[in-house]
C-alpha cells in the first residue's frame, strides 16, 4: 500500500525568503513521487518527478526536491520565494505496478510581501 | 499538443439528476485517470482506463461510473446526483499506466443544489 503525508496544511513565508514543504510516503516497492502545483480554479501542473537515477530533482520554476529513501522524504523546496508561488501544492507517489496515484492532502503556500 | 480537456468545464444539476462529464486525453495518451477535489476530502481517486478497460477503480459509490472509447477519450457519469457530490473533477491522462506522469486537465466544477 502507497500513502502521503503532507505536515502543514498553511505554509507562510515572506517574500525572497526559503520555501519549505514537506512530505512523507509509505511504500512497499521503489516509489515513483511526484509534486503537482495547483492555482485557483485550475487543474494541477506538474513541478518535478522524482522515477529512478539521480535523487535531486530539479523542476520548474525555481523548484526543486530531494528523494531521501532512509527517511522516506520527498520535501520541495526554493529558495526564494515570489509572489507568484502562492498555491496550493500537491505531494503524490506511484509505482511502477500500477499508476494509481495517491496525493497528500495539499499545502496551501502564502507569500508574505 | 494540445493539453487535456474537459467539458463541461462548469455545470450546475439538481438533487437526484444524472450528469456526464468529457475528458479529451493528449493525443496518443491512452490511460486517463479521474479525480474528485472537494475541501474537505481533498483529492480522491475515482477510476483509471487503459485501451478502453477499466484498471483501477477507488471507493466510491456505484453511482460513478466510467467509460472510455477507442480513440482514448473518456466520460464519467454521475447517477442520481446528491449534494455532497458537488466539486471539482479532474481528468488526468498519461501515456501508459505503471507510474507514468499524469497531466491534469482544468477540471469540471460541477455543483448540485
Known amino acids: 500500500a502507497q500513502s502521503v503525508t503532507q505536515l502543514g496544511s498553511h505554509v507562510s513565508v515572506s517574500e525572497g525568503a526559503l520555501v519549505l514543504l514537506r512530505c512523507n510516503y509509505s511504500s512497499s516497492v521503489p516509489p515513483y513521487l511526484f509534486w503537482y502545483v495547483q492555482y485557483p480554479n485550475q487543474g494541477l501542473q506538474l513541478l518535478l518527478k522524482y522515477t529512478t537515477g539521480a535523487t535531486l530533482v530539479k523542476g520548474i520554476n525555481g523548484f526543486e526536491a530531494e528523494f531521501k529513501k532512509s527517511e522516506t522524504s520527498f520535501h520541495l523546496t526554493k529558495p526564494s520565494a515570489h509572489m507568484s508561488d502562492a498555491a496550493e501544492y500537491f505531494c503524490?507517489?506511484?509505482?511502477?505496478?500500477?499508476?494509481?496515484?495517491?496525493f497528500g492532502t495539499g499545502t496551501s503556500l502564502t507569500v508574505i510581501p | 499538443k494540445a493539453g487535456v480537456t474537459q467539458t463541461p468545464r462548469y455545470l450546475i444539476k439538481t438533487r437526484g439528476q444524472q450528469v456526464t462529464l468529457s475528458c479529451s486525453p493528449i493525443?496518443?495518451?491512452?490511460?486517463v485517470s479521474w479525480y474528485q477535489q472537494t475541501p474537505g476530502q481533498g483529492l480522491q481517486f475515482l477510476f483509471e482506463y487503459f485501451s478502453e478497460t477499466q484498471r483501477n477503480k477507488g471507493n466510491f459509490p456505484g453511482r460513478f461510473s466510467g467509460r472510455q472509447f477507442s480513440n482514448s477519450r473518456s466520460e464519467m457519469n454521475v447517477s442520481t446526483l446528491e449534494l455532497g457530490d458537488s466539486a471539482l473533477y479532474l481528468c488526468a491522462s498519461s501515456l501508459a499506466p505503471q507510474g507514468e506522469t499524469q497531466y491534469f486537465g482544468p477540471g469540471t466544477r460541477l455543483l448540485v443544489l
Open positions: 503524490a507517489v506511484s509505482s511502477n505496478t500500477g499508476n494509481q496515484f495517491y
Open positions: 493525443s496518443g495518451h491512452r490511460s
